[in-house]
């Protein structure tokens, strides 16, 4: 936690003005504050990835000197990548916060979740994500979503209403005006909320290299055995890649995003620092989704639909 | 040492943040205006334009359709239609944009009113053969009511004018002085071809009797702090901090983001609605003691006198702090698809403060084209714009909108399933002279059978 606040020394602009960081990070601050004097048992979704990563610091800064009023909640696909999962482990314990696992494994080993036949695990989420929203209750769901990720994200609200299902329903959402937002929902329904919606991926570098927050190093170019599946480079392990055909090589890769082994990709790069990371994303000729997640690739409505469905 | 990337990095971090909305049909080229923006600006990246590619042949066109980019949902593009609000992001090195791109047609008046309440600009489209149209009245009308500090006219399709000087001179003409009988503080003219890019990103080969900025540079140069000096502070209480660990004991902030002025440590201040007085000990500006913060800055303050403060108080200071009210008058933009009615009782959201209200009265409804009212309506319905009367449960400590957005905003909300029912600003909606304007304006009906 450094500074913040700082003034912009921009003529236009001076002396009022705030840098387009220090806006974002107020508004997003506004928002956990919200939600922790509306709301009664909020959660953080909460892989340890950089977007859960950065909402974890947005919430310790927003009630410092007082500890975050919220717990953490990680759906676990069962093919999680194990340097983030230790990365989620020691950040909870950094911060005495509580953790709630949801697994899609334990589903599947009961017989309540079947395995996909092409093997990714990402909408196996929904129905653990959601049946431990209901077990336990809560009724605001923090999630990391950007509008600048997806073209149905971009149309989702901040306070974002789902019905017992989870699901979303873009026809019947709450016109969100000025900085109101509408939290007041029925029993059993819930609230998503994405405090990070008007970021974009360049604005969370940038703030986290400001701020210099930690995060899991698998997002900086390290050497790694990949195989190639459908243009996009996926690490081998024990969730079902490569297959027959597909050669490992070692390459000097890192990853933009961080979920399911299975479908997430990882992207040539020798960005090893934070800086090298902003000048490479700056001067990115694909979107951070485009490149690296094969899930979104499927139609041209796939994210619209899971979240109908429930998704984050 | 500083690297070529870190001076990168530290450019890109100083820059500032608009928000502006978009309005406009589909046949003003608004989608087109703002994919070029996207387009030129180089934030579209290419696995965005080949999908836009792709759909767009898929649907038969030849050149890619750039309004494919902000139709997120599937209704609207098996409809081409644009159906909610879709926010854009995108960036040059001197400032960051959020772009609230409103539809044109479905649920218009709402969608716009949404998107305007954030927007510290709007740009409005006109089609350079049509010039100012009822459409155009009903848009000037709705950044006005929303008191949108900007507004740019962009007047689109030049070249099939042969970008002639007086086809832009008389319609910049009329509709400036429309803007401005409405009580638009600054209007921005425009010459532009959202189609070949004229006047866009690029200033255009085709107009030199223009000299004035293309739609980007302006954007990027207009400004986005304004008058915070002459604004009085308020800091709406959102949430109470008291750790009350050994470390902090004593330690009691009271959390909220600024909604306008600024405030500073040793300010006398006044608590509202309660009316207890103190002083501004110390203010937190997230991890950081300073000794002055402004709008929008989230920040902790500390009194230093222990009096009962909680979430949806109102902090502001001594000499300038609003009055209290349980009797408001407003003007309202309906957004519910069930009506509102006299008598009806709803939950009033004003600040980080929700009570109880009932509705006394809707003593008219305005047609936005020309600002006419409509006695006792008896009820609005979705996309009305009228006066109401309400009464509330507890005080409250509101401004009329026209000096504060922010603390002078509210919504009227169904208490029985949470519906939001309707945008209200408090006060006065237009400048004195706006109905005599708008009427003397709309004197020649051009009724494209949109009914509001």
Known sequence: MTSTARSVDEGIDAPYALSHLDALESEAVHIFREVAGEFERPVILFSGGKDSMLMLHLALKAFAPAPVPFSLLHVDTGHNFPEVLEFRDRTVERYGLRLHVASVQEYIDAGTLRERPDGTRNPLQIVPLTERIQSERFDAVFGGGRRDEEKARAKERVFSLRDEFSQWDPRRQRPELWQLYNGRHAPGEHVRVFPLSNWTELDVWQYIARERIDLPEIYFAHEREVFNRKGMWLTAGGWGGPKDGESVEKRSVRYRTVGDMSCTGAVDSDAATLDAVIAEIATARLTERGATRADDKLSEAAMEDRKREGYF | MTTATEQFAEQLSATTLLRFATAGSVDDGKSTLVGRLLHDSKSV?????????????????????????????????????????????????????????????????????????????????????????????????????????????????????????????????????????????????????????????????????????????HLETVPVSHDLADCPARLPVQYVIRPQSAEHPDYRGYAGQIASGVLRVGDAVTVLPSGRTSTVEAIDALGQGVSVAWAPQSVTVRLSDDIDVSRGDLIAPTASAPDVTRDVEATVCHVADRPLTVG??????????????????????????????????????????????????????????ADSRRTGSFLLIDPADGTTLTAGMAGTAFAENAQHAAEAAAGAPDDEGWDF
């Not at chain 2, 609230?100 to 954030?118: E, I, L």
């Not at chain 2, 409804?365 to 009212?373: E, H």
């Open chain 2, 344 to 401: 009806q009782r709803v939950l009033l959201k004003h600040t980080t403060r929700t009570v109880k209200a009932i509705v006394k009265d809707i003593p008219s409804r305005l047609t936005l084209a020309d600002l006419s009212q409509h006695p006792e309506p008896g009820e609005l319905v979705a996309n009305d714009i009228g006066r109401v009367v309400v009464r509330t449960a507890e005080p409250l400590a509101l401004d009329a909108y």
């Open chain 2, 45 to 217: 990246l290419t696995d965005q334009l080949e999908a836009v590619e792709h759909a767009s042949r898929t649907r038969g066109k030849d050149a890619p359709d750039l309004a494919l980019l902000t139709d997120g949902l599937r209704a609207e593009r098996e409809q081409g239609i644009t159906i909610d609000v879709a926010y854009r992001y995108f960036a040059t090195g001197r400032r960051r944009f959020i772009l609230a791109d409103t539809p044109g047609h479905v649920q218009y008046t709402r969608n716009m009113v949404t998107g305007a309440s954030t927007a510290e600009l709007a740009v409005v489209l006109v089609d350079a053969r049509n010039g100012v149209v009822e459409q155009t009245r009903r848009h000037a009308a709705v950044a006005a009511l929303l008191r949108v500090p900007h507004v740019v006219l962009a007047v689109n399709k030049m070249d099939l004018v042969d970008y002639a000087e007086p086809v832009f001179a008389s319609i910049a003409t009329e509709f400036i002085a429309y803007a401005e009988s409405l009580g638009v503080p600054e209007v921005t003219a425009i010459p532009i071809s959202a189609l070949v890019g004229d006047n866009v990103v690029e200033p255009s080969a085709h107009m030199d009797w223009y000299g004035g900025p293309t739609v980007l540079e």
